[in-house]
């Protein structure tokens, strides 16, 4: 396994904008998604990379507004969330993408919250 942090969390009003990262501790970063759980809800997938590493693939709720990319140079992972809606409130996780629909080395999450 390799070690994630999220930060980056925070309280925004309804269109603003976050930006959450993930700190790994190795190389893995197009292995790293974002998943978030809602209140009362089932912990739900928001975004990856292909397994090329090339593109990434979005959850049909955040398609267009949220963005996943990568920094080698300071071994992070950012969703950079833009046009943020009361429904994106959540604890946003991190995690290592081992194939299968399978994931582990699940980060601490971070509060993400937007007020309408």
């Given at each position: 396994q390799v070690q994630l942090a999220e930060s980056g969390?925070?309280?925004v009003q309804s269109g603003g904008s976050l930006r959450l990262s993930c700190a790994a501790s190795g190389r893995t970063l197009r292995d790293i998604a974002w998943f978030r759980r809602a209140p009362g809800k089932e912990r739900e997938f928001v975004a990856r990379f292909t397994w090329s590493g090339q593109?990434?693939?979005y959850a049909d709720s955040v398609?267009?507004?949220f963005t996943i990319s990568r920094d080698n140079?300071?071994?992070t992972v950012t969703?950079?969330?833009n046009s943020l809606k009361p429904e994106d409130t959540a604890v946003y996780y991190c995690a290592r993408n081992i194939g299968g629909g399978n994931y582990d080395s699940w980060g601490q999450g971070t509060q993400v919250t937007v007020s309408s």
């Open positions: 969390g925070g309280l593109n990434a693939v398609k267009g507004r140079a300071e071994n969703l950079q969330m």
